[in-house]
C-alpha cells in the first residue's frame, strides 16, 4: 500500500438536501441547518459566510439567519474581528458526548484507568474522526509534561506516533485527504515529509501490538496499542506516555502487560488477536 502524492480534493456537492425527496415526513428547514454544521465541521479551520454560501449552496442572507441561530444557542462561534465561523461549545460537548456513548469504546474507557493505576502514567484514548486521531479521554498519571492535549484536539498523522498508527491501521480512502493536506501545508513552509520514510515506519507498525516511539510530546517516550473491531477495523487506540530517560527493557515489558491486561476481556481486539500482524 502506497501513500500518493498530495492530491487535490474534490469539489463538494452544492444545494442543500431536500426532505421530501427520501423522507416525505422530515423537516426540510432542519435538514438544511444540519448540513451547515456538517460542512463546518469537516472545513479544516474556522470559515466564512462566502465560503460557507458556495460550499452549501445556500443564499448568504438565507445562511446568515442560520448562523446566527446557531451561534445563540452556543453551536458555533464566530471571531469578532474576522467574521470567521467555528463550531461552538455546545457542539463541541455533543461531539464528545457521542464518542463516549459509543458502544465498542465504553470498556476501553475503564482500561484506561486501569493502565493508568497499574503504570503510574498518563494515559490517552483517541478515535478517528474525519479531522484525524482525536482525544476523548486522558487519565494523568504521576509525571509533570509541559505540553497537556485537551479532549476534542486531533492530531496529526505524519507527525506524531499515534497519527502514525492511525495511518498504518486505517483504511487509505479515509486518511489519504488528511495526509495529503499535511505534506502540502508542510511543503508551504518549506519542510519536506519523507513519504518514503513513513512507509517504511508503517510497516514496523503493523509487527507489533504495540508501537514505541521516543517522539512523544517534546521528544518523551509514548506507546500506541491500536484495538480492533469484529469487522477488522480500528476502533480506537489507547496510548500512554514515560517521560525521557525512564523508559527501560523493565518499564516497557510492564507497561505492554498492563495494556494486554486492560483490554484482554473487550470485545474489541488486539492487533495479533485480530490477526492482522504482518
Not at 265 to 272: D, E, F, M, W, Y
Amino acid at each position: 500500500m502506497s501513500i500518493r502524492s498530495p492530491m487535490t480534493s474534490l469539489a463538494p456537492v452544492r444545494g442543500r438536501p431536500r426532505a421530501s425527496d427520501d423522507n416525505p415526513s422530515g423537516i426540510a428547514a432542519l435538514d438544511v441547518g444540519l448540513e451547515i454544521l456538517r460542512v463546518i465541521s469537516e472545513h479544516h479551520g474556522a470559515i466564512g459566510l462566502s465560503d460557507l454560501s458556495r460550499l452549501t449552496g445556500e443564499k448568504p442572507n438565507r445562511l446568515h439567519r442560520y448562523l446566527v441561530s446557531f451561534r445563540e444557542r452556543g453551536f458555533l462561534s464566530q471571531a469578532e474581528n474576522s467574521g470567521l465561523y467555528d463550531l461552538g461549545p455546545q457542539a463541541y460537548a455533543l461531539g464528545l458526548s457521542a464518542l463516549r456513548r459509543y458502544d465498542p469504546i465504553r470498556g476501553v474507557r475503564e482500561a484506561t484507568v486501569a493502565i493508568r493505576n497499574a503504570t503510574g502514567n498518563q494515559t490517552n484514548l483517541y478515535v478517528w474522526t474525519p479531522r484525524g486521531p482525536t482525544l476523548i479521554a486522558s487519565e494523568q498519571g504521576i509525571h509533570y509534561f509541559p505540553v497537556m492535549i485537551r479532549p476534542g484536539t486531533a492530531l496529526p498523522l505524519a507527525d506524531s506516533i499515534t497519527g502514525l498508527v492511525f495511518l498504518a491501521w486505517t483504511s487509505r480512502d479515509k486518511t489519504q485527504a488528511l495526509f495529503d493536506e499535511e505534506v502540502s501545508m508542510a511543503a508551504r513552509d518549506g519542510i519536506s515529509i519523507d513519504v518514503a520514510g513513513i512507509e517504511a515506519q508503517l510497516k514496523e507498525i503493523r509487527k507489533t501490538d504495540v508501537y514505541w516511539s521516543n517522539r512523544a510530546i517534546i521528544s518523551h517516550n509514548g506507546a500506541v496499542m491500536p484495538l480492533f473491531d469484529d469487522s477488522g477495523e480500528v476502533a480506537c487506540c489507547v496510548t500512554t506516555v514515560i517521560p525521557r530517560g525512564m523508559r527501560d527493557a523493565q518499564t516497557q515489558e510492564a507497561t505492554e502487560k498492563a495494556f494486554k491486561n486492560a483490554v484482554e476481556n473487550l470485545p474489541l481486539k488486539t492487533a495479533s488477536r485480530a490477526g492482522r500482524l504482518l
